[in-house]
């Protein structure tokens, strides 16, 4: 899987680390690498690569993820005749080659992941945050889950119609905000000051080793994300009716024929 973003080479650290969460995602829940098995000695081999056409104007991790998941709903793989170890042979008709992710009702199992990426900032949790919210986040994460359909005990060719989540992974990423320097206050400031202060300074430094806060002056947040912070963006994530809910249902009312 590769991801290209203009302006951007293609071996760059940021570019190499989304590819591997959206590969990640799709290996996590196991499901995906049986898709693509022909037999012992032959598997399917396939190649995802995504190019973002404009800038993006804030992280694109869930852009990418949703066309991701889209385009793998859409894809097709043709119908094996073959059986057991003999070397593969396949149908020439297409339109009897079936999809890679069966179409809804055709079959139970778990639909492509998607991945959210979710800030905190405070107490407050934010979805699919703008730049500038992603700027002063104290901690952002790339939530991946997938859709699992099982069927009724019932009735065997049966789907259940409720959606059943599951959590395949989850990342940090580092935000901005953890990576610029700290503030200094105008009284430290020569350049706004105009003025030289040695007593100042003084308590400057001596502030700034003992790492106290001080109002109206920017620091970066230090440390990891509290447990009760990761719980509360998991179950946000993960509720009935929630954010991936609401996701997945604009998904389902895209026309893929």
């Known amino acids: 899987m590769t991801v290209e973003i203009p302006g951007l080479r293609d071996d760059d650290a940021g570019t190499v680390f989304l590819a591997e969460l959206l590969r990640e995602a799709l290996l996590a829940d196991g ?3 049986k898709k693509l098995w022909i037999n012992r000695r032959f598997h399917w081999r396939l190649y995802l690569d995504i190019i973002l056409i404009s ?3 804030s992280y694109p991790l869930p852009l990418l ?3 991701t998941h889209l385009a793998l709903l859409s894809t097709r793989l043709p119908r094996l ?4 170890d003999e070397d593969p042979m396949f149908d020439d008709d297409w339109e009897a080659s079936p999809f890679l992710y069966p179409r809804q009702g055709a079959a139970a199992g778990s639909r492509p992941p998607i991945t959210l990426l979710v800030v905190a900032v405070g107490d407050s949790i934010l ?3 703008s730049k500038e919210e992603l700027a002063v986040a104290d901690s952002a994460l790339a939530v991946s889950l997938c859709e699992v359909r099982t069927q009724k005990a019932d009735e065997s060719m049966e789907v259940d119609s409720g959606r059943e989540l599951r959590l395949v992974s989850m990342r940090t990423v580092d935000p901005p905000s953890r990576l610029t320097p700290p503030g200094v206050p105008s009284t430290g400031n020569l350049a706004a000051s105009g003025t030289f202060d040695p007593t ?3 308590q400057q430094q001596q502030q700034k080793m003992e790492e106290y806060p001080q109002e109206g002056v920017w620091k970066a947040p230090l440390g990891g994300t509290r447990f009760a912070v990761l719980d509360s963006i998991i179950q946000a994530v ?3 009716g929630g954010v991936a809910d609401e996701v997945l249902d604009g998904l389902e009312g895209v026309d893929l024929s």
């Open 55 to 57: 800038p993006p104007l």
């Open 81 to 84: 005749k073959s059986e057991g």
């Open 238 to 240: 993960l509720e009935k």
């Open 127 to 129: 979805f699919d945050p």
């Open 31 to 33: 499901e995906f690498a």
């Open 65 to 67: 993820s949703l066309t």
């Open 200 to 202: 100042s300074q003084k």
